[in-house]
């Protein structure tokens, strides 16, 4: 899954060299494939899986190829692995060369779905899905119909993290301050209870070695207006991929988003500047080393802050009339290109299988996943690693479904060019240097300059 773009940016520089690994023989030949209906030839074959370089993840990559080369003998698994931030870069260059991955995740790369739909990236997977209905049968629906494009499954989801506000609970101890709520549907923890709260845990601005913010939102702007009802654009970008005529200044909701979260930082200073949290993040992540009472962030939170040395809990993002949070959900894709399709299916069912791959993803990454059969262990598996009750896990995963919408970049278009557009005016909004009104009415004409259709 891809972390988002933050309100204050920090930098996190990450270079490792690409490398291709090839287990298992290969007799390769040219095999039946590439037609509308599922089909695997039994000749010797191979694909090509391309996966983010993560060293975390390699056991668990090699424990895929393995046991699935010794089912299907007549299959090689070729791994690619390429850092996130080449993935796009390398991936345009295949899809232009026709030497496409067979199997990848289009969100997996900084533009997302959207993108390499419209590229005409993905292969549908429809007929697949038909023949092997029993297979994807415990995958979420809703989460699955985020991939159903105009009647096409595009994707298979592996993962469904949605967002959460995680909180230092030794600050809140030290504090006497309560914490918050597990409910989202408990409409007292409000957007103004939440800045009474940071207040509260907010001591000693200024002073390097002693301070603490209240708050940090490391949301995209957007996504940041998405939890009080406003959208940067219209419903039906969200479907058709094509940005259209953005509404960042005629949305009034996301006027008082970001005027409320300037204020955090400017008005009321229970939120770092941009160069205190250049400062913090150079010793680690903000929320880690424990300058930062709360942090709005993606569900990711659950694994990479086990490593806190401090006790920290969970809760929903506040409530607002019309609040909605993103939701980061990665599928499994097949080129549109491949030539061994039946193939790819094959691995892809390897991959999502409850009783497989699909759980060892799960108890390996810590990630969310898609499949409600595998629900009940992540709580318990989450629960025991964190300290919480396995009941308020369920709660609170269970509210940010209810509440979430898949996220911005994964299906609008070009999606890494209009954030960096954004981002080339929020950043004087977040400092003080433009006003709220006057930020977003740029905000709007430059993304109309993109004229993207």
């Known amino acids: 899954m891809q972390k988002r773009g933050k309100p204050i940016l920090i930098t996190l520089a990450s270079l490792m060299a690409t490398s291709t690994l090839l287990y298992g023989c290969s007799n390769s ?73 067979d199997v990848w995740s289009a969100n997996w790369a900084n533009s997302g779905f959207a993108t390499y739909n419209k590229m005409g990236a993905l292969l549908d997977l429809t007929p697949y899905v038909k023949t092997d209905a029993d297979k994807m049968a415990t995958i979420n629906k809703d989460i699955m119909n985020i991939y159903n494009i105009n009647g096409k499954i595009l994707g ?25 709520p597990t409910s989202w549907d408990d409409k007292s923890w409000t957007y103004d209870k939440m800045l009474d709260t940071a207040k509260k845990l907010t001591h000693d601005v200024g002073n390097a070695d002693k301070q603490v913010f209240g708050i940090l939102n490391s949301m995209s702007p957007n996504l940041q207006s998405w939890g009080f009802g406003g959208d940067f654009f219209k419903a039906d970008a969200y479907k058709t991929a094509v940005m259209g005529d953005p509404t960042a200044s005629s949305n009034p909701a ?10 955090l930082i400017q008005k009321y200073k229970v939120a770092p500047n941009q160069t205190t949290l250049d400062a913090v993040s150079a010793i680690g992540d903000p929320f880690l080393t424990g300058k930062v009472a709360m942090v709005v962030n ?86 025991d690693k964190v300290g919480l009750k396995v009941e308020d896990v369920k709660v609170l995963n269970e509210g940010a479904i209810k509440n979430g919408r898949e996220a911005d970049n994964h299906l609008i ?18 400092n003080g240097q433009k006003s709220v009104d006057d930020g977003l009415q740029e905000i709007d004409k430059n993304l109309r300059s993109l004229n993207m259709k």
Do not use: C
């Open 29 to 101: 030949q040219p095999a039946a494939g590439g037609g509308d209906k599922p089909g695997s030839s039994k000749e010797k074959v191979e694909i090509t899986w391309l996966v983010r370089t993560d060293p975390n993840m390699i056991d668990w990559e090699k424990d895929m190829i393995s046991g699935f080369q010794q089912a299907n003998s007549n299959i090689t698994i070729k791994l690619e692995q390429i850092p996130q931030a080449e993935i796009d870069q390398r991936l345009t260059t295949m899809i232009s060369s026709g030497k496409v991955p």
């Open 254 to 263: 996301n006027k008082e988003a970001i005027q409320f979260n300037v204020d």
């Open 413 to 430: 278009d070009k999606f890494a060019v209009i954030s960096t557009t954004i981002g080339q005016t929020i950043t004087g909004i977040w």
């Open 156 to 180: 298979i989801p592996m993962l469904a993290i949605g967002s959460f506000m995680f909180y230092n609970k030794d600050l809140f101890d030290k504090a006497g301050v309560p914490y918050p």
């Open 298 to 383: 993606g569900g990711w939170g659950f694994w990479s802050y086990q490593s806190a040395k401090f006790k920290w809990g969970v809760a929903p993002i506040p409530y607002h009339e019309g609040r909605k949070v993103p939701l980061f959900v990665d599928p499994w894709n097949i080129s549109a290109k491949s030539k061994h399709p039946a193939e790819s299916w094959e691995f892809i069912k390897y991959l999502v299988d409850p009783k497989g791959g699909g759980k060892t993803f799960m108890e390996k990454t810590s990630a969310t996943p898609a499949d409600t059969s595998l629900a009940d262990l992540w709580y318990k598996q989450i629960a």
